[in-house]
């Protein structure tokens, strides 16, 4: 049959890598790209539809037009930028889930993929090799915006058949698109400030260990779970997905083996750090291996060559990117960039 998709929120740092990805696999006609507003860049053929997934019936204009076979509903508030917000985080990351759930039976639009993140988990959450069952008291807008979305999407699926999928995202590394208000940022902006600055100050504490993903294996793993057989998947909330924990201090290490003259620093009373301190510094994802044959490919040293290598060699994109960011700081205030996407 043919497919045609739907991404919402594309042109997020995972909705940008993404729709490339689904491009490719299913034909530029057949991946349409949306957003609250245009891409700074399209190429031919791609085709973009300016759409706030907070207005229901403009969604429901799009997915009439185009009738999708596969949504991928992206657009969302993260950590950081939705404790200056809460409200709004709120609104968007669960509003905007329910107008795609709703529109998706009320037009039996089958499938669905919904990001959940490791923001899930909270204070009394195991911390280490956190299970994909366990005490879930997050206290981020974002956390208990993403563990409601996961009750709504179990809901729909058992009530309604919505073949609805979703990933606990650890934090995601890519060098393509600027990170969008997250706790776990500061493993992005170092490459771009190691490379622009030869110096990095971290907002996070040396030993903040978080569970992070390079973007190609957070793409794969999103691929491959919507391309598993549906009766293969025994998880209808979110999938842990582990990725690799490390410390700011590692990684610095690990850029400090190809950059020698680096020079990591750290920032105290960066309120992000309440946000990490709450989160797991490592998952546990033995459900997404067994049921869909879930393999990590990229380690920290892999992630860290990836990274150096392509922003060394795509100088351009990643200096107007760390101009953008700077100006959208300056704009936002000392610490905080507000975005809506993922
Ligand atoms: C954030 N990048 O930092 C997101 C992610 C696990 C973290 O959900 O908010």
Redo the contacts with the bound molecule.
């Keep these: 049959m043919k497919e045609t998709i739907i991404i919402l929120g594309a042109n997020g ?1 995972i909705g940008s890598e993404l729709a490339l990805a689904l491009r490719n696999k299913f034909g530029k006609e057949n991946v349409i790209t949306s957003d609250i507003r245009p891409p700074q860049q399209l190429e031919e053929g791609d085709i973009f539809e300016t759409a706030n997934v907070l207005d229901k019936n403009l969604l429901k204009e799009l997915f009439l037009k185009y009738k999708p076979t596969q949504i991928y509903l992206l657009a969302a508030m ?3 930028t ?1 404790e200056q917000y809460p409200q709004k985080a709120w609104d968007l990351n669960m509003n905007g889930l329910l107008n795609v759930l709703d529109l998706a039976v009320e037009l039996g639009i089958k499938k669905i993929f919904w990001p959940s ?3 899930v988990f909270g204070p009394h959450s195991p911390k280490i090799d956190t299970p994909q069952y366990c005490v879930m008291d997050p206290n981020s807008i ?1 956390g208990i915006s ?1 563990l409601s979305g996961e009750r709504l999407v179990e809901y729909y699926h058992a009530k309604y058949g919505l073949d609805i999928r979703s990933i606990r ?4 590394i890519s060098w393509k698109t600027a ?1 969008g ?5 500061y493993a992005v902006h170092i490459f771009f400030e190691a490379l622009a600055k030869g110096a990095y100050t971290s907002f996070l504490s040396e030993n903040t260990a ?2 992070m993903m390079y973007m190609d294996d957070a793409v794969r793993a999103t691929i491959e779970l919507m391309d598993a057989p549906a009766e293969n998947l025994t998880i209808r909330s979110s999938y842990n997905l582990a990725g690799i924990s490390f410390t700011p201090t590692e990684i610095a290490q690990e850029i400090k083996k190809i950059l020698p003259n680096f020079d990591m620093s750290y920032a105290d009373g960066d309120p992000r750090q309440a ?1 990490a301190d709450s ?1 797991p510094k490592s998952i546990n994802d033995e459900y997404a291996q067994k049921d869909w044959n879930w393999k990590l490919e990229y380690n920290l040293e892999d992630l860290t060559r990836e990274m150096i290598e392509n922003l060394k060699t795509n100088k351009q994109q990643w200096v107007e990117l760390l101009n953008l960011e700077r100006k959208e700081n300056l704009s936002a205030g000392p610490k905080w960039r507000s975005n809506s996407h ?1």
């Design positions: 740092q993260l950590s950081a939705g993140s490791i923001a974002y993403k995202y650890p934090g995601i990170p208000g997250g706790t776990t940022d978080l569970p946000i989160w993922v």
